[in-house]
T-cell receptor, first 111, second 114 residues
Framework: SQQGEEDPQALSIQEGENATMNCSYK?????LQWYRQNSGRGLVHLIL?????REKHSGRLRVTLDTSKKSSSLLITASRAADTASYFC???????????FGQGTRLTINP | KAGVTQTPRYLIKTRGQQVTLSCSPI?????VSWYQQTPGQGLQFLFE???????NKGNFPGRFSGRQFSNSRSEMNVSTLELGDSALYLC?????????????FGEGSWLTVV
């Protein structure tokens, strides 16, 4: 079963706008990772945030983690058409050696 | 350096047959894990191998099996295929055990069971 829930399930915005996706999870974690998947392709790793970190940046991406609320958010600034994809958060639960994925957010950037 | 390589990329099998999928991890990576992705169940963990030993297994029937070789390459096998096994099978590798490390995925193997 999925540990994470992502919100929204689908998001459609105009190019240039910012996109925010949220992820909630259920158990204590070692770290949380965000991935992007283009239709029919593999997963591309975006960013890893450890349980003792609160915020991380990578280019136009900003990830926050609130372990007290068991939630994370991914912000993509100045969106581009090429950002159209599904975005997944995945947690590594404490003591587990596997990724537990949410159902993903389908992001569409309209030109 | 080369990423995670999976073969074949696409295959079609008949119910009752068996299939073997192959994965070559990123050079130097010793942990390989497998995931199944379907529209209904999403991404689900199958198993993980490290140094040729299965270290973790997901909630899948015994028809799903895998192994890892001394060069870290891995194979997964599905026997007695069922229609519900149609999915994208993703292999991932990381430097050490998956916990705490960035995990990199291949492009996947699309399996269709007819």
């Amino acid at each position: 079963s999925q540990q994470g829930e992502e919100d929204p399930q689908a998001l459609s915005i105009q190019e240039g706008e910012n996109a925010t996706m949220n992820c909630s999870y259920k158990t204590s974690i070692n770290n949380l990772q965000w991935y992007r998947q283009n239709s029919g392709r593999g997963l591309v790793h975006l960013i890893l945030i450890r349980s003792n970190e609160r915020e991380k940046h990578s280019g136009r991406l900003r990830v926050t983690l609130d372990t007290s609320k068991k939630s994370s958010s991914l912000l993509i600034t100045a969106s581009r058409a090429a950002d159209t994809a599904s975005y997944f958060c995945a947690t590594v639960p404490l003591g587990a050696q596997k990724l537990v994925f949410g159902q993903g957010t389908r992001l569409t950037i309209n030109p | 350096k080369a990423g995670v390589t999976q073969t074949p990329r696409y295959l079609i099998k008949t119910r009752g047959q068996q299939v073997t999928l192959s994965c070559s991890p990123i050079s130097g990576h010793r942990s390989v894990s497998w995931y199944q992705q379907t529209p209904g169940q999403g991404l689900q963990f199958l198993f993980e191998y490290f140094s040729e030993t299965q270290r973790n297994k997901g909630n899948f029937p015994g028809r799903f099996s895998g192994r890892q070789f001394s060069n870290s390459r891995s194979e997964m096998n599905v026997s007695t295929l069922e229609l519900g096994d149609s999915a994208l099978y993703l292999c991932a590798s990381s430097l050490r055990e998956s916990s705490g490390n960035t995990i990199y995925f291949g492009e996947g193997s699309w399996l269709t069971v007819v």
